[in-house]
């Protein structure tokens, strides 16, 4: 059971805009940033957004990122058939000492 | 260009035990924290563990802590995790990753448990 709370799945059509939340505590997502991965299928992870809202270079300005209190959200808006992957947010956890993910949201283009 | 290469994954018993590195390039390895991250064949990621720059702080995922060990060599560019007592529950492949915001990763390496 994954101490981050993401929905499963989530879908759009191209050109809509999709949001992806990210519940978790005081000990998380309260205290600490938070960072967001894309997984196409069958590739490693690759980081899409950092420090709650900050794009690495390369990342499309069509994904956003944003947190409030003990939660966080992903962005995409102009959806396209390439952000088709697996979406999963992270932070630190004070509690545990460790990282800890979300499950995961599959993003759908349909 | 950044560059991790995980290798040394197998196939072995439960109770066994393995070693896997990341050979880094590409960037000053010693100025870097790093982590390994796995994923079981159809599940999401998980944290396993990390380890500071200079090997003086370590930590572990609960579900690994006390069987596995992590650490580097710096002179050599090199992370490791060592794996004992393994489980079933350990399959997966294991992604090295650069600390900071996991901004580069590997290929991964994958480790299967089974009889």
């Known amino acids: 059971q994954s101490v981050l709370t993401q929905p499963p799945s989530a879908s759009g059509t191209p050109g809509q805009r999709v949001t992806i939340s990210c519940s978790g505590t005081r000990s998380n997502i309260g205290s600490n940033t938070v960072n967001w991965y894309q997984q196409l299928p069958g590739t490693a992870p690759r980081l899409l957004m950092y420090g709650n809202s900050q794009r690495p270079s390369g990342v499309p300005d069509r994904f956003s990122g944003s947190k409030s209190g003990t939660s966080a959200s992903l962005a995409i808006s102009g959806l396209r058939s390439e952000d088709e992957a697996d979406y999963y947010c992270?932070?630190?956890?004070?509690?545990?000492?460790?990282?800890?993910f979300g499950v995961g949201t599959r993003v759908t283009v349909v | 260009e950044v560059q991790l290469l995980e290798s040394g994954g197998d196939l072995v018993q439960p109770g066994g035990s393995l070693r896997i590195s990341c050979e880094a390039s590409?960037?000053?390895?010693?100025?870097?924290?790093m982590s390994w991250v796995r994923q079981a064949p159809g599940k999401g990621l998980e944290w396993v563990s990390d380890i500071r720059r200079n090997a003086d702080n370590t930590h572990y995922a609960d579900s690994v802590k006390g069987r596995f060990t992590i650490s580097r060599d710096n002179s050599k560019n090199t992370l490791y995790l060592q794996m004992n007592s393994l489980r079933v529950e350990d399959t997966a492949v294991y992604y090295c990753?650069?600390?900071?915001?996991?901004?580069?990763w590997g290929q991964g390496t994958l480790v299967t448990v089974s009889s």
């Open positions: 590409g960037f000053t390895f010693s100025g870097y924290a």
């Open positions: 990753t650069r600390d900071g915001f996991w901004d580069s």
């Open positions: 992270v932070s630190w956890d004070d509690s545990l000492n460790g990282y800890v």
